[in-house]
C-alpha cells in the first residue's frame, strides 16, 4: 500500500515540477493566437474551455490502454509501478505536451506533417501510413473491447453483433459531425464518470487495506516473461503510447491559449498514469500472481475489470465503474477515426468543410475496420503495442528536434525516444510477429539500430541548424 500511495504522489508532484520545466524549456507564448482562431472552420477548429479540453483530452488518449495494459502488466509484479511513474512523467506526458503544443505553433498539424518538416519528407510519407495503421488497429480494439464488456454486463440479452454495429454507427457519426456537436457535447460528462469509477476503486483499495505488494525489482511473471521490452509494450498507454500524438493535434485545434498547454496534454497524461496504477494495484491486490494469469486466460483483461469493480464496489457502483471502462475504449475509438480521417485529407491536401469530402475518407476507413474485428484480438494487440511504441518514438524525436534547432535543452525528448527506440526495435527484432530472434540477439540488434537512429538524428539536427530559411513554427523563422 505505501507503495502505491507513494508512486501517486510522485505522478502528481511530477506534474507540478517536471511538467513546469518542459513548459518553461518549451517557452509558452501567450499573447500568440492558436489555430483555434486564426483557422477556424466550425468543423475541426473551433475554440473550446480548458476543462472542456482537459476531459476530452483525457478521454481520446486514454482507451482500454491504461486499464487492460496495466492489468496484463500486473503479471509482472510491482516493477509495473516504477514503470507507470517513471514513463508517464518523463516520456509519455512529455511526449504528449511536445506533439500538442508543436501543432499548435504549426496550424494543428499531425503527426505525419510534423514528421515530415522536422525529420525530413521521407519520414511524412512513413509516418502517415504508420499513423493510419494504428489508429485503424486502435479503432477496431476499442469496438471489440467495448462490444465485449457491454455483453457480458447485459448478460448476452442483446447479441455482440448488434452492440458493434451500434458502437461503428455512433462512431461514423462522431467521425462526421463537427467536433463540438457530439465530442464537445458528452465527452465532459463519461469524463466525469471516468473519473468518478477510477476514483471508487482507488479509493476501495485504500479505505479495505487491500494487500497491494510493496516496491521491488524482481520480476514476478509467472512465465518468466523479460521485461524489457515486453512490460513496456504490454503498459503504453499507461506510460507512453504514440496514439496519443494523433490525438493531440484534435485539441490544438480547439485549444485557446498556449498556457493551457501544460494542464491539457501533459497533466491529462499525468491522470491517466494515476488510473493504470489504480487499475495494476487492483489486478495485483485482488488476483495477484497465478490467479491472475488463469483469470486473464479465461476471460481477458475485461474479465479481471469486472470482478475488481463488482468486488469492491458491489452491484451498483460495479456497473458504474464498468460503465467508466467501457466509456474508455469507445471515445478513443471515435476520435482514432476522426484523427485517421484528418491525417488523410490533409496528406491529401482535402478540405474537410464538407461533409461528402469527410464521407470519401470515413466509409474505407469503416469498412477497413469492420473486416479487421474478425481478427484474433490478442493479434490485434500486439501488432498495436509495437507500432505504438514505433510511433513514440518517432513523436518524441519531432519533439527534440524542434528543440535542438533552437539550442534548447533538447535532451527530455531524445533520451525517452531513444528508449522507446530500443523497445520497439527489440521486440521487433524478439517477438513472433518480428523476427524472432534470441533475446540476448534482439538486445544487441534492438542497440545497435538506437545507435545508428541516433547518429541519423543528429545529423539531421546539424542540416536543421544549417538550413537559413529553416522554420520552426509556421510562421517563424529558426533565430539563429
Known amino acids: 500500500m505505501i507503495t502505491f500511495l507513494f508512486a501517486i504522489a510522485i505522478l502528481i508532484i511530477g506534474y507540478f515540477t517536471y ?151 455512433y462512431y461514423i457519426v462522431a467521425t462526421l459531425l463537427p467536433v463540438d456537436k457530439i465530442i464537445g457535447r458528452i465527452y465532459p460528462v463519461l469524463g466525469a464518470l471516468l473519473l468518478i469509477s477510477a476514483i471508487g476503486v482507488g479509493g476501495m483499495l485504500v479505505v479495505t487495506g487491500a494487500p497491494i505488494p510493496e516496491l521491488t525489482l524482481q520480476n514476478m511473471h509467472p512465465a518468466g516473461t523479460a521485461i524489457f521490452p515486453l512490460l513496456m509494450i504490454t503498459i503504453a498507454c499507461g506510460a507512453i503510447s504514440g496514439f496519443h500524438a494523433t490525438q493531440s493535434p484534435i485539441i490544438s485545434r480547439t485549444l485557446q491559449n498556449e498556457r493551457n498547454g501544460r494542464k491539457v496534454f501533459y497533466g491529462m497524461m499525468i491522470v491517466e498514469g494515476i488510473i493504470a496504477m489504480i487499475w495494476a494495484a487492483a489486478a495485483m491486490s485482488l488476483f495477484y500472481g497465478t490467479d491472475l494469469n488463469e483469470l486473464i486466460a479465461t476471460g481477458g483483461a475485461g474479465l479481471v475489470v469486472s470482478e475488481v469493480a463488482f468486488t469492491l464496489l458491489g452491484a451498483i457502483g460495479g456497473t458504474l465503474a464498468v460503465l467508466g471502462v467501457i466509456v474508455l475504449p469507445i471515445t478513443s475509438g471515435d476520435t482514432a477515426f476522426r484523427s485517421a480521417r484528418m491525417i488523410i485529407a490533409e496528406y491529401i491536401n482535402l478540405p474537410q468543410m464538407k461533409i461528402l469530402s469527410r464521407l470519401w475518407i470515413a466509409i474505407p476507413l469503416f469498412l477497413v475496420s469492420f473486416v479487421l474485428t474478425n481478427m484474433d484480438f490478442t493479434l490485434l494487440w500486439r501488432y498495436f503495442g509495437v507500432t505504438n511504441a514505433a510511433i513514440s518514438a518517432i513523436a518524441l524525436f519531432v519533439g527534440a528536434m524542434y528543440l535542438a534547432v533552437q539550442y534548447k535543452i533538447h535532451w527530455v525528448a531524445t533520451i525517452p525516444a531513444a528508449f522507446m527506440t530500443m523497445v520497439a526495435l527489440t521486440f521487433i527484432f524478439y517477438a513472433p510477429i518480428g523476427f524472432g530472434l534470441p533475446m540476448s540477439t534482439s538486445y544487441v540488434a534492438g542497440a545497435i539500430g538506437t545507435i545508428v537512429i541516433l547518429g541519423l538524428f543528429a545529423y539531421k539536427v546539424k542540416l536543421n541548424r544549417e538550413e537559413a530559411n529553416f522554420k520552426i513554427d509556421a510562421d517563424e523563422k529558426l533565430a539563429a
Do not use: C
Request: cysteine-free; charged content about 10%.
Open 19 to 169: 511538467g513546469k520545466l518542459i513548459e518553461k524549456i518549451f517557452g509558452v507564448k501567450e499573447a500568440r493566437q492558436t489555430p483555434a482562431y486564426s483557422m477556424k472552420d466550425g468543423v475541426d477548429y473551433i475554440p473550446m474551455g480548458t476543462n472542456r479540453n482537459s476531459l476530452i483530452q483525457l478521454l481520446n488518449i486514454a482507451g482500454v490502454g491504461p486499464i487492460f495494459g496495466p492489468i496484463m502488466g500486473a503479471l509482472y509484479g510491482p516493477v509495473a509501478f516504477i514503470w507507470i511513474v517513471i514513463g508517464s512523467i518523463f516520456a509519455g506526458a512529455v511526449h504528449d505536451y511536445l506533439t500538442g503544443m508543436i501543432s499548435i505553433r504549426n496550424k494543428g498539424a499531425h503527426l505525419p506533417q510534423l514528421a515530415g518538416k522536422f525529420l525530413g519528407n521521407s519520414m511524412k510519407h512513413i509516418v502517415n501510413a504508420v499513423a493510419v495503421l494504428l489508429l485503424l488497429l486502435v479503432g477496431t480494439v476499442f469496438v471489440t473491447a467495448p462490444a465485449g464488456l457491454l455483453f457480458n454486463l447485459m448478460d448476452g440479452v442483446i447479441a455482440l453483433g448488434i452492440i458493434t454495429g451500434a458502437i461503428f454507427v
